[in-house]
Nanobody, 125 residues
């Protein structure tokens, strides 16, 4: 399975950006899928996750109300819509897939089997 994250870039504070995570080699809709981020000098942290069907979504408190995770299983893609971005959102964003049979959607990175290469989001103030 290969995950390809894209859509990162430079954006001004208050602006918006949409990240995409496309999968090849396996159906992404068979996985619970998450986004994590890692800022320079900090540990990787959970951002958002979505269940296989898209019916359940979870967010870190820091992004709740600003970011929206969604998926289009027909396109084998998961999205992260980032609105009202802040300088503290600056980080490398990674998508990850959990293909275990558990129904529970995890916020813990060690539960995810496959990871994309990351896409850099830089928010200027």
């Amino acid at each position: 399975v290969q995950l390809q994250a894209s859509g990162g870039g430079l954006v001004q504070a208050g602006g918006c950006l949409r990240l995409s995570c496309a999968a090849s080699g396996r159906t992404l809709g068979s996985s619970n899928t998450g986004w994590f981020r890692q800022a320079t000098g900090k540990e990787r942290e959970f951002v958002a996750a979505i269940s296989r069907s898209g019916g359940r979504t979870y967010y870190a408190d820091s992004v709740k109300g600003r970011f929206t995770i969604s998926r289009d299983n027909a396109k084998n893609t998961v999205y992260l819509q980032m609105n009202s971005v802040k300088p503290e959102d600056t980080a490398v964003y990674y998508c990850a897939a959990d293909y275990s049979r558990t129904a529970a959607v995890s916020t813990i990175d060690s539960r995810y089997d496959y990871w994309g290469q990351g896409t850099l989001v830089t928010v200027s103030s």
